[in-house]
């Protein structure tokens, strides 16, 4: 049986900013407002991780719902596509390394679009070593679908 992103359980990937949240936890569970550069955000790893869970549970449960369907229609396509492409790009953050301190700016979130990135989605790029790449199978929709890593 062919598996989908929303099969997977985030918290038994490797988290990219592992060592970042474990330190988060350590010194500052509750974050704390930087300033570097003169941009003043709030840095927040731990909230971020949780956020990160939260959104790609949601996405989640709607694509399992949408799948107990025998055959999809076109609205329900577009929403799979949709929370598809949130799942990806979760995972895509969740993955990355060698991150600034102002990725972790939790106010990030308040864009509604912030995970509906189709480029991320549909690009498949990324170096051969990239921890993302073992997750292209995963993505429903595939541009290139010939292509197996």
Not at 25 to 53: A, D, Q, S
Not at 115 to 134: A, L, M, R, W
Request: some cysteine.
């Amino acid at each position: 049986m062919k598996k989908y992103l929303w099969d997977l359980n985030l918290n038994e990937i490797p988290c990219g900013w592992e060592d970042v949240y474990q330190d988060a936890l350590k010194h500052c569970p509750n974050g704390m407002p930087l300033l570097i550069k003169g941009h003043k955000f709030f840095y927040h790893p731990v909230k971020y991780r949780e956020t990160l869970l939260d959104i790609f549970s949601t996405a989640k449960e709607k694509c399992l719902e949408i799948m107990k369907n025998e055959r999809l229609d076109r609205k329900q396509l577009s929403e799979l596509l949709e929370n598809d492409i949130i799942l990806f790009n979760v995972l895509f953050e969740w993955c990355l390394d060698h991150l600034e301190e102002t990725f972790f700016d939790i106010n990030k979130f308040k864009d509604k679009h912030r995970f509906k990135n189709v480029v991320i989605y549909f690009d498949e790029t990324d170096p051969p070593y990239s921890t993302i790449t073992q997750f292209y199978r995963l993505k429903y929709f595939r541009v290139n679908n010939a292509i197996v890593i």
